[in-house]
T-cell receptor, first 113, second 113 residues
Framework: DTEVTQTPKHLVMGMTNKKSLKCEQHMGHRAMYWYKQKAKKPPELMFVYSYEKLSINESVPSRFSPECPNSSLLNLHLHALQPEDSALYLC????????????FGSGTRLTVV | QKEVEQNSGPLSVPEGAIASLNCTYSDRGSQSFFWYRQYSGKSPELIMFIYSNGDKEDGRFTAQLNKASQYVSLLIRDSQPSDSATYLCAVAAGGTSYGKLTFGQGTILTVHP
């Protein structure tokens, strides 16, 4: 299995809602990432997990809460988002022994109304 | 100064021509370099990575790295309309158990029949 699977593919949520994005990989990768990408912009790093521990938080607002329950799963919990948080949210994973780049999931297109 | 710089384009080439995409980076400690292709509305897909100075070829793609000049490029030979996409250059430092990629703004490539 060489895929990173993200669900849902599309999500529309109100500013008072709580929702979660899910990411799963079975490649044995022990580093997992969340990126945010706005239209016509490059991906921006949000969080890095290495061996299920949070290694990097790029000063992301607390309305985004990551969770790594095990080595295959990565969640992003969303609460009280703003319309400007609408974007493509990308999950990625990578090896830790030798870094050959990320494998990205197909992304979740999030719209906050 | 941006850490990773690319010409945003658009770069337009005729079918069958060579497309040349360029990228410069500011961190001399960077150790690994990546090219991703991203179709509109899709997630980035890894095309090439390169670690050592010189050329690396994979099919129609050649990555070139010059660490002294802090320059990396991607050549696409025999360009096809299906190569039309945004090409993202990404750079990583070493020394950790994960890879923190810094992306350039991306170059839009259009291959016209």
């Amino acid at each position: 299995d060489t895929e990173v699977t993200q669900t849902p593919k599309h999500l529309v949520m109100g500013m008072t809602n709580k929702k979660s994005l899910k990411c799963e990989q079975h490649m044995g990768h022990r580093a997992m990432y969340w990126y945010k990408q706005k239209a016509k912009k490059p991906p921006e790093l949000m969080f890095v997990y290495s061996y299920e521990k949070l290694s990097i938080n790029e000063s992301v607002p607390s309305r985004f809460s990551p969770e790594c329950p095990n080595s295959s799963l990565l969640n992003l919990h969303l609460h009280a988002l703003q319309p400007e948080d609408s974007a493509l949210y990308l999950c990625a994973s990578s090896q830790t022994s030798l870094f050959y780049g990320y494998t990205f999931g197909s992304g979740t297109r999030l719209t906050v109304v | 100064q941006k850490e990773v710089e690319q010409n945003s384009g658009p770069l337009s080439v005729p079918e069958g021509a060579i497309a040349s995409l360029n990228c410069t980076y500011s961190d001399r400690g960077s150790q690994s370099f990546f090219w991703y292709r991203q179709y509109s509305g899709k997630s980035p897909e890894l095309i090439m990575f390169i670690y050592s100075n010189g050329d690396k070829e994979d099919g129609r793609f050649t990555a070139q790295l010059n660490k002294a000049s802090q320059y990396v490029s991607l050549l696409i030979r025999d360009s096809q309309p299906s190569d039309s996409a945004t090409y993202l250059c990404a750079v990583a430092a070493g020394g950790t158990s994960y890879g923190k990629l810094t992306f350039g703004q991306g170059t839009i490539l259009t291959v016209h029949p």
